[in-house]
């Protein structure tokens, strides 16, 4: 059974925020807990990784997305919102293990196997608009 996990696409003038966790870039999130909301599990995940809070949700993926996870054993499903973080500039965003990327390079870095199928996910609904 696939574990449960919500992310967060944070995108500003084509630039996506990404985390390194276990040698990979991957969208910041985490895995729901028992008794969680995938909102409060976006909070919680925001807070701890970038000591900011989500400020705002535009959408809700239609898609979820299953494969295999680089830092949790086993398979994940994940959920995909696409907001913003409280942070008003993007060089606010200080910590070590948070980036800005351009969607171009993107494709030089390590992505997590999950990050990369989400990201193409949400690349090709650009077409549609």
């Known amino acids: 059974m696939a574990i449960k996990v919500v992310d967060i696409i944070v995108e500003r003038k084509g ?4 985390v390194k966790r276990e040698g990979f870039w991957i969208l910041p999130g985490g895995e729901i807990a028992e008794g ?4 409060q599990c976006l909070e919680e995940v925001v807070s701890r990784e970038m000591n900011d809070r989500v400020a705002c949700i535009f959408r ?5 997305i299953t494969g295999p996870s680089p830092v949790r054993g086993g398979d994940v499903e994940v959920s ?7 942070k008003e500039k993007m060089s ?3 910590d070590c293990n948070a980036h800005w990327f351009s969607r171009e390079s993107i494709r030089s870095i390590r992505l997590s196997n999950i990050t990369k ?4 996910h949400y690349f090709s609904l650009d077409g549609e608009k």
């Open 60 to 64: 809700k993926l239609d898609k979820t």
């Open 15 to 18: 630039m996506l925020l990404l």
């Open 80 to 86: 995909v919102y696409v907001g913003d973080i409280s």
């Open 117 to 120: 199928a989400v990201l193409e």
């Open 36 to 39: 969680e909301d995938e909102m």
């Open 92 to 94: 606010d965003v200080k």
